[in-house]
């Protein structure tokens, strides 16, 4: 009797062993995405020299802050002569000498030099980190080059591409969490905050052709980063719910 209990209990061992490798063995899958912020181009608005940069990649700066001193000394001579001119004026027009019309030339022209020399501090347009400087101190800037890039790091997001019957699962505002392998599989909370209406071919990074040949639609997933732990261009790897 006792040799035919052993090998039921036997099966019954292994399939136990079998379904608990099946709840909680295997690994869900995960869609890979690469960590994306707001990023800020900040050019020179003046044709002249930089002089210095007042900040370092990967700094975090503030709103308003200086990040890049040029030298401008033509824009910084115009504006002390046109602040002259303006101070000269004054009395003229303020005892009848000097019509109106000239002295609104004057006062328009001041403005323009101080506005064009204030210029000559870069400033940051937002609160964010230094993410590339792109020149060293006594090069050239022409009007519209490109100084330094930031990046608003306080939230990010990464676009995963999932197949059509994943779709039902999601939605937005759907909460969600992904590990980072180069913060050594961290775990991060997200929220689904973008769906894409229409599929695409899964994008070319993707290594086999085979799953570059199938159709696909792209999932925006975002995430709070109040640490700066996640930076651009980081893989994250998104659980989502699954479909059976």
Same mark, same amino acid.
């Given at each position: 009797?006792? #040799? ?5 209990? %036997? ?13 909680? /063995? ?5 869609? !890979?995405?690469? @960590? ?18 007042? @900040?370092?990649? /990967? &700094? ?11 030298? /401008? ?10 602040? =002259? ?12 000498? %000097?019509?109106? &019309?000239?002295?609104? *030339?004057?006062?328009?022209?001041? &403005? ?22 792109? *020149? ?31 779709? *039902? !699962?999601?939605?937005? =505002?759907?909460?969600? #969490?992904?590990? !980072? ?8 909370? =997200?929220?689904?905050? *973008? ?20 159709? @696909?639609? =792209? ?18 790897? @998104? ?6």
């Amino acid at each position: 009797m006792k #040799k035919k209990i052993l090998p039921i209990l %036997l099966v019954l061992a292994v399939g136990l062993a079998f379904l608990a490798w099946r709840a909680w /063995g295997q690994k869900p899958f995960l869609y !890979a995405g690469t @960590v994306e912020a707001t990023e800020v181009d900040v050019p020179s608005r003046l044709g002249t020299l930089i002089e210095s940069y007042q @900040v370092k990649e /990967g &700094e975090t700066v503030s709103e308003g802050q200086t990040l890049v001193t040029l030298t /401008g000394e033509d824009f910084k001579l115009a504006a002390e002569l046109a602040e =002259g001119d303006l101070r000269r004026a004054l009395p003229l027009y303020r005892s009848g000498s %000097l019509p109106k &019309e000239q002295y609104d *030339h004057l006062r328009i022209k001041r &403005e323009d030099a101080a506005l064009k020399n204030s210029w000559r501090a870069v400033r940051s347009p937002i609160a964010g980190t230094v993410l590339t400087t792109y *020149h060293e101190p006594g090069e050239w800037a022409a009007p519209g080059t490109k100084l330094l890039t930031l990046a608003d790091l306080r939230e990010v997001w990464v676009r995963v591409y999932v197949p059509e019957t994943l779709l *039902h !699962a999601l939605s937005q =505002g759907l909460p969600v #969490k992904a590990t !980072a392998p180069e913060t050594g599989d961290r775990t991060f909370q =997200g929220t689904v905050t *973008h769906i894409n209406d229409q599929a695409e071919f899964t994008p070319k990074n993707v290594q086999t052709r085979k799953e570059r040949s199938r159709l @696909v639609y =792209g999932v925006k997933v975002t995430f709070p980063n109040a640490d700066r732990a996640l930076k651009p261009g980081m893989t994250l790897e @998104v659980e989502l719910p699954k479909t059976e």
